[in-house]
């Protein structure tokens, strides 16, 4: 199936630090690409969509100048987390669909674990 | 109330029990329909999507009540690899997919 890797997979930091995750489609170009926030024994909740080459769409709550996510090329979005506090702290997974825009089976980055000090 | 709800378990049986799950969801244009399996700590993976006649993967069985706004996962003679948490996944609009909470099963030996 389709592969999408995401880096890091675990990342500790100071308060106030930024930390930037990297999600990669390996074998296809993905025009979109979803970030999500997992907290312990909670669902996956949708942060924002990422759109290849223009802004991405945030979810309602989500600060986009907390989160910020470019997603430059085809095969990688970006998601930073700047100013890093620890309520920040959360697992981090990135996905992708090999349909593009439309409904399909998405495929996730092995997510990133992130933990602020 | 949330989009998409399931019993968070956790759902305790024993090898070769069968064992359903059901999730609820609130927008009623809400198009497909997926169950994925998530073990600890890892990404979530597709199990299977939810067709409207339903449809069966082997010990698996997944069905939709659109009248009712319901999906459910049905597992035969559970094996102890089935532990994990079971999530139920609804679209919004063209491709926004919204998680349940999913539901946690032990599968007991």
């Known amino acids: 199936g389709a592969v999408v890797s995401q880096h890091p997979s675990w990342v500790i930091c100071k308060s106030g630090t930024s930390v930037k995750i990297e999600c990669r489609s390996l074998d296809f170009q993905a025009t979109t690409m979803f970030w999500y926030r997992q907290f312990p024994k909670q669902s996956l909740m949708l942060m924002a969509t990422?759109?290849?080459?223009?802004?991405?769409?945030?979810e309602q709550g989500v600060e986009k100048d907390k989160f910020l996510i470019n997603h430059a090329s085809l095969t990688l979005s970006t998601l930073t987390v700047t100013s890093a506090h620890p309520e920040d702290s959360s697992f981090y997974i990135c996905?992708?669909?090999?349909?593009?825009?439309?409904?399909?089976?998405?495929?996730f980055g092995e997510g990133s674990r992130l933990t602020v000090l | 109330r949330k989009e998409v709800e399931q019993d968070p378990g956790p759902f305790n049986v024993p090898e070769g029990a069968t064992v359903a799950f059901n999730c609820t969801y609130s927008n009623s244009a809400s198009q497909s329909f997926f169950w994925y399996r998530q073990d600890c700590r890892k990404e979530p993976k597709l199990l299977m999507s939810v067709y409207s006649s339903g449809n069966e993967d082997g010990r698996f069985t997944a069905q939709l009540n659109r009248a009712s706004q319901y999906i459910s996962l049905l597992i035969r003679d559970s094996k102890l690899s089935d532990s994990a948490t079971y999530l139920c996944v609804v679209t919004r609009g063209t491709y926004k997919y919204i998680f349940g909470t999913g539901t946690r099963l032990k599968v007991l030996a």
């Open positions: 990422s759109n290849e080459g223009s802004k991405a769409t945030y």
């Open positions: 996905s992708a669909s090999l349909a593009g825009g439309s409904v399909g089976e998405l495929f």
